[in-house]
């Protein structure tokens, strides 16, 4: 018997019909206050889902009631108004990823910040990851060389490290890690540098500086600026450490620098005021310490069998009149693998990097230097610490037996020579000749203001006239025994050139 058409056309329409936009999870909001949203009629939601709005804004699933949803707001937070429809997507927030981000600058959801076009992913990453395993990493054994001669020598940093850089606003905590970050170009570590609260001419001025000098193609940027939501300066940090990780699944080394995490610790507590969770110490809600261990924990140097490779993190944070027992710098300096603290009296005098060696620590110590570094910087926190001590009994007019006098004289010439201008990276074989000079006495008696300068002109005679034993110690091994003799008539000839 043949079907009535009737029949047919509501067989067809069935067959047609597609029943999962009724089946999409949808609400509506409630109210908007500050960059968050309550949302009623999302109760399957997961936390930290991405959701959008009718108006085209982002936002996030994070405080997961019986009486609604707390939303974080990513985007378009002006347009998001009581009564909007709102859609649970069913996934996590992500960016996008890989050799692509190199010379780039976006936000922590992939949209690019710098006029150019979308960035071109190798790969779509979630932004919130687990860390590696206890079982899928390795001892930190290698060394990161930052070129800053002070925290190479004597606070030396490892691949795959957490080291924080901790210290008063406007003491050079950006300058030391954009130092840091310009010493990578030509090598083989990847960087990522995550830029939170700062306004957009900071960040412009951060490319700017990395392309002139000739880093950029090595460095992606992520920036949370000043004008974004607080829910977008949350998310900064972990969209930089996904990033950073695409380099190390693929068996690189990368490094991470947080910039800084005292304004990601504001931000978080400020969503969670907004949020109605209850404040602890400082206002900070109670797992401010969960969520920065949570961050720093991916940073980590995995074994062969996990594929290698690995992420270091130079977190920043600030403090107030030097106050590093306050709450967020306590928690940071417990959950990292040391400090480079930088004293606001050294950057006043002129020394800089302003670093404090006796109140900087690094936990890896010396399994993070090469053999040739290792040999020449043994004792320099030792001989700083005492010069430093025996520098203050001279301004109180004592006198001071020679031996004394020689060792003031010494850490006056050590002092001198850890300065260093900026984007001016050393190299190992530069650092460890000039370690040398100062523990063998080679310089006793220069004048202080040209002791850099005949340093300098030595290593310059090294290079042309012993260059096997200058890239011996570039590659972080010691020469055959005689190189001590052969670089210390390098700095005699150099002392013959000097004007009496």
């Known amino acids: 018997m043949n079907s009535f058409p009737l029949g047919q056309s509501i067989r067809n329409a069935a067959s047609a019909m597609d029943l999962r936009e009724g089946m999409r999870l949808r609400g509506v909001v409630e109210r908007v206050g500050d960059g968050v949203a309550w949302v009623r009629g999302l109760e399957g939601a997961g936390y930290e889902e991405l959701l959008t709005f009718d108006s085209g804004a982002y936002g996030l699933a994070y405080d997961l009631g019986p009486e609604g949803t707390g939303a974080i707001l990513l985007s378009?937070?002006?347009?998001?108004?009581?009564?909007?429809?709102?859609?649970?997507?069913?996934?996590?927030?992500?960016?996008?990823?890989?050799?692509?981000?190199?010379?780039?600058?976006q936000d922590p959801l992939g949209n690019p910040l710098d006029d150019g076009p979308p960035v071109k992913a190798d790969l779509i990453l979630p932004l919130f990851r687990p860390a590696p395993e206890f079982i899928e990493r390795k001892a930190?054994?290698?060394p990161l060389t930052t070129g800053v001669m002070v925290i190479d020598a004597a606070i030396p940093i490892g691949r795959g490290q957490r080291e924080l850089i901790v210290g008063d606003r406007n003491v050079g905590k950006?300058?030391?890690?954009?130092?840091?970050?310009?010493?990578?170009?030509?090598?083989?570590?990847?960087?990522?540098?995550?830029v939170i609260g700062q306004p957009m001419s900071r960040v412009l001025a951060l490319r700017d500086d990395f392309e002139r000098e000739g880093c950029l193609s090595n460095v992606a940027i992520v920036a949370a600026e000043a004008s974004m939501s607080p829910g977008m300066r949350y998310l900064a940090p972990y969209a930089g450490a996904s990033v950073a990780e695409w380099f190390r699944d693929s068996g690189r080394d990368a490094?991470?620098?947080?910039d800084d995490l005292t304004k990601h610790a504001d931000a978080y507590r400020e969503l969670a005021l907004l949020l109605n969770r209850p404040p602890g110490r400082e206002a900070f809600p109670g797992d401010i310490f969960y969520i920065h261990a949570e961050l720093l924990e991916r940073a980590a140097v995995r074994n062969a069998a996990a594929g290698g490779g690995s992420v270091t993190a130079l977190p920043l944070v600030e403090t107030t009149d030097s106050d590093i027992s306050s709450y967020i710098p306590t928690n940071l300096i417990s959950i990292t693998d040391g400090q480079v603290y930088l004293d606001t009296t050294r950057f006043e005098h002129n020394q800089r990097p302003a670093v404090?060696?006796?109140?900087?620590?690094?936990?890896?110590?010396s399994m993070a230097q090469t053999e040739a570094l290792r040999a020449t910087s043994r004792n320099l926190r030792i001989l700083v610490s005492r010069f430093e001590k025996l520098e203050a009994l001279t301004r109180v007019g004592l006198d001071l037996d020679p031996s004394t006098e020689l060792a003031v004289a010494r850490g006056r010439i050590i002092r001198e020579l850890l300065l260093q201008n900026r984007f001016s990276p050393r190299s190992p074989a530069e650092q460890a000749l000039t370690l040398t000079a100062v523990s063998e006495g080679w310089l006793d008696g220069v004048e202080l203001a040209k002791a850099r300068g005949l340093v300098a002109g030595a290593f310059r005679r090294a290079q042309a006239q012993l260059p096997d034993m200058v890239q011996t110690m570039d590659s972080g091994s010691l020469p055959a025994d005689g190189w001590k003799d052969a670089f210390r008539r390098c700095v005699?000839?150099?002392?013959?050139?000097?004007?009496?």
């Open 356 to 365: 404090d060696i006796g109140r900087s620590v690094s936990r890896i110590g």
């Open 492 to 500: 005699e000839k150099e002392r013959e050139g000097l004007v009496p």
């Open 76 to 105: 378009g937070v002006s347009d998001v108004a009581a009564g909007v429809g709102v859609e649970a997507t069913r996934r996590l927030p992500a960016l996008p990823v890989g050799a692509g981000t190199l010379g780039r600058i």
């Open 255 to 258: 490094l991470v620098i947080y």
């Open 174 to 194: 950006t300058a030391l890690a954009q130092d840091i970050v310009s010493a990578q170009k030509g090598g083989d570590v990847a960087c990522v540098y995550v």
């Open 140 to 142: 930190v054994d290698q």
